[in-house]
């Protein structure tokens, strides 16, 4: 039962969706430490960039323009995440500051009721599949979806771009500068709300990028992104809040464990196997394996 | 002037509010109908039961209605085949709404959790498309089902088995009352036929990545896989499944009848073919007169055939308004008493009865089993090859 191949199957699977969960946990990561913000609708935003996928595939583009659709989507996604800032998450800078994070919580925690109930009204309960016209790949001894592949290397793509523009570029400074200091980026004339609008923008576009790259895989309904949340969450927990390198290498680490935990101990604990994890590294090391610990005044 | 206007305020919205708390009118028969609308559930399975049934309550209130001229309602509520929210459903059915009856019940765990409050509460429940064992086996005065149980499934799976020569044989089951339920009544009857070498490979419903749990199965080399998921997991399954080669290598036996849905050819356009399902109705087999009406109803109402869940739904809402007829009131006690002891007009041309019987036969009603095999893409379910066809014989008490 435990012979290589089925082994190094299982390494690559687990590889493989470790990327596309950092993806995901990127975005949650991302926005808490620009805004200091839990968005609990992060599933909801995904949800959003699967449904716009599948629209664009089956009634627009066709299946040959598959990936033309992504960056539309996730285009699509990052526009209603900066009306949903703009309206709903901007008067959270009016409140005291003790007050933010239950405003947050019970306004987020609404736009994914909101989202979701949309979601079931318009399209209805069913599931779709914007199909994919991309041929098996062998990666090494394991054959995987073109279209999981094609997600794969979108993802690292979207991960390395996000990085260096954060790394290189003038508006990522600012992005870095307000992560560290909220006050102190506005005495260098930086406007704090621009700076949350676009970092709530790419967070979720980053969600939606996800749900749009894993449609054809994980299908398209209306709580399809709950699972891929909570594993955000636990990719948060393990790499540390606010930590990009974090985010990537709790992905791959969650996934590995997780699909080597499903392959060679107990199938029907799949999940358990993450929440063992987050519960080790809570225990061993509270800020997760890349994360600090803040200053408090 | 201005206390006045309060007092006719407040007395307005006492009235809204008492208005709309209201079950129905007094004359109407109210009646519950749990069924997931929403994932994790299977909402389709629950769609297709919630159309049958209205239009069951159209026709029996068309017709006059019972009890010499009081209308049926129906109230919906969504269980998303979670126990919890179908135990609070059926709560908020009987307390609130005051229902004579609760049929629905697609996933055999929301069944079996509604069950032991049904039992406490008084007002019976049938299942329409939940085939765990317990649901009857418990013997539960309120517990009425009109579908096939496990074992009886299983000796369709044993029988196709038999007939295919097949020894080793996987299954993919995920981890609620109706895959373990499958799953380990699989096991149990395999050794007693002997000779079948039999893989278990359990996976929680919220799992979207089943890659692992199928990587197991390929490596296992088996003969034949038992697809044991519900709903989105099921899809999910022959998708990798056929991305990792083990299908259309390997035939994929699905362990209910969502092949038959329209949606199916939709997800799996090319892949869908070669597999066998379980179905409950053979579009060959003769429909009793309503079950005919219904049919045409139906087709004319949503432009497509009805399926098993359709039909059942249907059925349930004839048999009650039936019982209720015949039992002269809606008092659960006495409805419970006509249920057992009478003789019903259902979808099929043979008659419904829920005796008490033995075992998981007590208060069950099931139409026979079929494997059918779509042989290739896109076919009409209504032409695929029937692969077995099991009919079950309860045993007497």
């Not at chain 1, 949800?47 to 659709?69: C, E, K, N, R, T």
């Not at chain 1, 996934?255 to 935990?261: C, H, K, T």
């Amino acid at each position: 039962m435990f012979s290589t191949e089925l082994v190094v199957q299982t390494v690559i699977s687990g590889v493989m969706i470790g990327v596309l969960y950092a993806l995901m946990a990127l975005g949650i990561t991302f926005i808490y430490s620009i805004m200091r913000m839990i968005n609990w609708a992060m599933g909801e935003f995904y949800m959003i960039g699967s449904y716009l996928q599948y629209a664009l595939v089956a009634l627009l583009l066709g299946p040959d323009l598959w990936w033309l659709a992504i960056p539309i989507s996730a285009a699509g996604v990052f526009a209603f995440g900066l009306v949903v800032q703009w309206s709903l998450l901007k008067p959270i800078f009016r409140k005291p500051p003790e007050a933010r994070d239950d405003y947050a919580t019970v306004v987020t925690l609404a736009l994914l009721l909101l989202l979701r109930s949309l979601a079931t009204g318009l399209a209805g309960p069913n599931q779709f599949s914007p199909g994919s016209n991309l041929p098996v790949v062998m990666v090494g001894p394991m054959p995987l979806a073109g279209a999981r592949v094609a997600a794969f290397v979108f993802a690292l793509g979207a991960l390395a771009l996000f990085y260096c523009l954060l790394r290189y570029s003038w508006y990522g400074l600012a992005l870095r500068a307000t992560s560290q200091s909220r006050i102190g980026v506005q005495t260098a004339g930086i406007d704090v709300q621009g700076v949350d609008r676009i970092a709530f923008g790419v967070g979720v576009a980053l969600a939606g990028l996800a749900g749009a790259l894993l449609a054809p895989v994980f299908l398209v309904y209306p709580t399809n992104g709950l699972i891929t949340t909570v594993k955000g969450f636990e990719i948060v927990v393990i790499g540390g809040l606010g930590s990009i390198p974090g985010a990537l290498i709790a992905g791959v680490l969650l996934g590995l464990i997780e699909s080597l935990g499903a392959a060679f101990i107990d199938s029907a604990y799949q999940n358990i196997y993450g929440f063992a994890l987050v519960l080790l590294i809570l225990v061993l090391r509270p800020t997760g394996l890349f994360g600090e610990r803040g200053r408090e005044a | 002037m201005g206390i006045s206007l309060g007092f006719l305020l407040a007395g307005t919205m006492v009235a809204g509010v008492l208005a709309c708390g209201l079950p129905a009118q007094a004359q109407d028969v109210g009646i519950g109908l749990v069924v997931p609308l929403s994932p994790p559930g299977d909402p389709v399975g629950g769609q297709l039961i919630r159309r049958g049934a209205e239009l069951g309550i159209e026709t029996v209130n068309a017709a006059g209605g019972v009890l010499g001229g009081r209308k049926l309602k129906l109230y919906v509520e969504d269980s998303q085949g979670k126990p919890e929210a179908g135990v609070a459903a059926y709560r908020r059915l009987v307390s609130e709404n005051k229902v004579a009856v609760v049929p629905g019940f697609f996933h055999s765990s929301v069944a079996i959790a509604a069950n032991e409050v049904a039992n406490e509460m008084g007002v019976p429940t049938m299942a329409l498309q939940a085939s765990a064992a317990d649901i009857t086996a418990k013997h539960y005065e309120v517990a009425f089902r009109t579908h096939v149980v496990d074992p009886v499934r299983v000796s369709a799976f044993m029988e196709f088995i038999k007939q295919k020569g097949f020894k080793r044989v996987s299954m993919i089951a995920e981890t609620t009352d109706y895959g373990i339920g499958i799953a380990d009544e699989t096991i149990a009857q395999a050794k007693k036929a002997g000779g079948i070498e039999i893989q278990k490979v359990p996976f929680d419903r919220t799992v979207t990545d089943l890659t692992p749990q199928l990587l197991q199965i390929k490596a296992f080399k088996p003969d034949l896989v038992i697809n044991i998921g519900v709903g989105q997991p099921l899809d999910l399954i022959i998708d990798q499944a056929t991305t990792i080669g083990l299908l259309p290598n390997t035939p994929m036996l699905i362990s209910y009848d969502a092949p038959v849905r329209p949606q199916y050819w939709k997800l799996h356009p090319q892949n869908g073919a070669g597999l066998y399902f379980i179905a409950y109705f053979s579009p060959k087999a003769p429909l009793s007169d309503i079950g005919t009406a219904f049919s045409k109803a139906y087709v004319e109402k949503y432009k497509e055939d009805p399926v098993y869940g359709a039909l059942n739904g249907f059925g349930a809402i004839e048999i009650i308004a039936q019982a209720i007829n015949a039992a002269k009131s809606t008092d659960p006690k006495a409805l419970i008493k006509t249920l057992e002891t009478g003789t019903f007009k259902s979808w099929p041309s043979n008659p419904v009865t829920f005796p008490r019987a033995s075992g998981v036969y007590w208060h069950n009603w099931s139409a026979p089993v079929l494997i059918l095999h779509y042989t290739k893409p896109m076919e009409d379910w209504k032409e695929a090859e029937v692969a077995v066809q099991y009919a079950p014989v309860a045993p007497k008490d």
